[in-house]
């Protein structure tokens, strides 16, 4: 018996076509299949158009919708496939991976760096290795692209016009592929975090803010005033911010004492930040702060918004690994 696979499609270039305004997303989840007929050969597979937009419009709200509809197909689905831009794929990967933690079946992004239609398109290659990781039986949310598939909370974009756009940050590949098929790595324990209350719930009220030479404490109180509740700031090399003439550890305890959460994550892009080691590291730590340990900003981002979901509930677990996104559980305070 044929595997049954759900396709959800919510646009990007994989959709595009060429318009006087450019390339639009036009192509729907049965336009793809039609596209490409010999995946019915491989899985019995339903199509539904969950939105159609670039995802650089795909934001909260949108990963709310999708997440729900991931949750509706999985009812009858052995695996499902999402066709998504790859500008902001990382971001909602990773996003799905916290509201959909625990989930039994593969949930599997891709899409493509040129549209489905394109001579020279990577879309069909793509979208084969997404069905057979789909296929797989292997739970949880991955992102499958050019030979690998990587963990939605570990996939980077790292290239703006080569078809191997993404790469597994601080984590190997779940699986690649090559003549032979896929092979997946064992797999790891699934952490046990049963009996989350309203697991889609999220707060979009996350301020990312990257660290320079010279940085303006007076960005704090902004970020107080506009109503965040969250800030996710990428420190220098483990974690360090200056405090010589410009005081942004003095600031950044002023956030703490407002209320705002913050994870201290690292600008470099592999390795982990762990702000205990040097002094103006140390300076940080106070209640409210936590590090990020080796999440990619990405994950920081998108974990801190659905831990601010419920924060009484899920404060606990920012220090926890959920969806493989920490190599490391490490204690916050």
């Known amino acids: 018996m044929m595997p049954r696979i759900q396709l959800l499609a919510t646009g990007g270039t994989i959709a595009s076509q060429e318009t006087d305004k450019g390339l639009v997303p036009l192509t729907g989840a049965e336009g793809i299949l039609d596209f490409m007929p010999s995946l019915k050969d491989r899985a019995a597979i339903k199509a539904k158009d969950v939105f159609m937009l670039d995802s650089s419009n795909i934001q909260p709200e949108e990963w709310q919708q999708l997440a729900r509809a991931v949750l509706e197909a999985a009812k009858d689905a052995e695996g499902i496939v999402i066709t998504h831009g790859t500008d902001t794929m990382a971001y909602t990967a990773s996003a799905l991976s916290f509201m959909l933690a625990g989930i039994r079946i593969p949930v599997v992004f891709t899409g493509s760096q040129l549209p489905l239609r394109h001579a020279y398109s990577d879309a069909p290659g793509n979208l084969r290795e997404a069905f057979t990781m789909a296929a ?33 940050i601080n984590a190997p590949p779940v699986g690649v592929f090559d003549a032979d098929g896929l092979h997946l790595a064992p797999e790891p324990k699934a952490p046990d975090i049963n009996g989350i209350k309203d697991p889609l719930a999220i707060d979009p009220r996350v301020f990312l803010l990257k660290m320079m030479p010279g940085t303006d404490p007076e960005i704090f109180d902004h970020i ?37 959460i913050t994870l201290v994550t690292t600008q470099c ?31 920081a981002v998108t974990k801190l918004m659905w831990a ?24 916050g305070t």
């Open 224 to 260: 107080i005033h506009a109503g965040y509740r969250g800030l996710v700031m990428e420190a220098f090399g483990l974690g360090g911010l200056h405090y010589i003439r410009r005081n942004l550890i003095e600031k950044l305890h002023s956030l703490s004492a407002a209320g705002i």
């Open 308 to 331: 601010l979901g419920d924060l009484d509930e899920r404060r606990h677990l920012l220090t926890q690994s959920l969806a493989h996104e920490m190599n490391t559980a490490v204690t």
């Open 269 to 299: 892009l592999y390795e982990k930040a762990d702000f205990t080691i040097y002094e103006v590291g140390r300076g940080m730590i106070r209640g409210g702060i936590y590090g990020a340990h080796d999440m990619t900003t990405e994950a």
């Open 136 to 168: 797989s039986g292997r739970a949880g949310v991955f992102i499958s692209f050019h030979h690998k598939v990587i963990y939605g909370t570990r996939a980077v974009k790292m290239r703006t016009l080569g078809f191997d756009a993404f790469d597994s």
